[in-house]
């Protein structure tokens, strides 16, 4: 029994450690479960306020302020951030779903970059309700402005140093080139029409045999509305068509026959004989008095 007695005997100066210690722990322990008790509250009424519809800000240690808020049935966070460099995790956290984060790293990896906020607001799928409660926090850097912001627009240069074949000096508002006689160097004068517009312009005017009227530029596709006034005709002189001398495949050619109307053209000659008036074919079916109209400056007989 005495030995016993001496294995658990405790000195005065080891119980003291002892109880020291244990107060230690017992302080830290309480501690540790009051504080996050009052995390857990803080938790709760935030999540509550915002269910609520408010929106709660909170200010980081770095001064970012970050804001908390309710949308589309999801708290999402608020922050600044810049839509050219932002991550993946950040848009995340900023409530994107994860196809548009896609469709943000596709349009930067071809080179899109977003220079105003109105930019960013185009985003496929971003809701008005969505883009107003980011548009405070988009932040753009300054290095994606125009480098004429920085280093003034381009130079106007004079007539003697600058190559007027490669970069022609453009037309003035008001000012107009004649349409049926201007080559495609004159034709890159007029602005918006570069050597692939030109190309066309004069291509499709060879086909029709000059042109007769500046709306004839309307039936080239996708022809540029805004050059048209820079466009005017003086004494046209279009080359015109026998229609009693060409072949159908030669009467096809032109832009204002299809095959159809060459083919009754072909048939009345060879029924009818030779054709004197357009008024002979206005009596087919297949020339509707508009057909007859634009014809007219490009047919003898």
Do not use: C
Request: hydrophobic fraction near 35%; aromatic fraction near 12%.
């Amino acid at each position: 029994m005495k030995f016993f007695r001496n294995l658990f005997f405790i000195g005065a100066n080891d119980r003291k450690v002892y109880i020291f210690l244990l107060t230690v722990a017992l302080l830290g322990i309480g501690g540790a479960l009051l504080l996050d008790q009052q995390q857990m509250t803080t938790k709760m009424t935030t999540a509550d306020s915002i269910s609520n519809g408010h929106t709660q800000t909170f200010r980081t240690a770095n001064g970012t302020q970050v804001s908390y808020m309710q949308l589309d049935g999801r708290t999402v966070e608020r922050f600044p951030f810049d839509p050219n460099t932002a991550d993946s995790a950040q848009l995340s956290r900023l409530g994107f779903a994860p196809w548009q984060i896609r469709n943000i790293y596709k349009y930067r990896s071809k080179g899109g970059v977003y220079r105003h906020a109105e930019d960013f607001g185009r985003l496929y799928g971003m809701t008005v309700e969505q883009y107003r409660s980011l548009e405070p926090y988009i932040r753009i850097n300054g290095d994606y402005r125009p480098a004429t912001a920085v280093v003034g627009e381009r130079p106007v240069y004079d007539s003697y140093d600058r190559d007027t074949l490669l970069y022609p000096i453009k037309l003035k508002p008001g000012e107009h080139i004649v349409l049926n006689t201007a080559d495609t160097t004159t034709l890159k004068k007029v602005p918006g029409i570069g050597s692939g517009w030109a190309r066309m312009i004069t291509a499709y005017g060879k086909k029709l045999g000059g042109y007769v009227a500046v709306e004839q530029l309307r039936e080239i596709e996708g022809f540029p509305e805004d050059a048209l006034a820079y466009f005017v005709v003086s004494n046209p002189q279009p080359e015109r068509m026998n229609l009693n001398e060409l072949t159908l495949g030669q009467l096809r050619q032109h832009p204002y026959l299809n095959y159809y109307q060459a083919r009754a053209i072909i048939d009345y000659r060879r029924l009818k004989g030779n054709i004197q008036s357009l008024d002979q074919l206005s009596l087919l079916n297949d020339f509707p008095p508009h057909a007859i109209e634009r014809l007219k400056p490009y047919v003898r007989f």
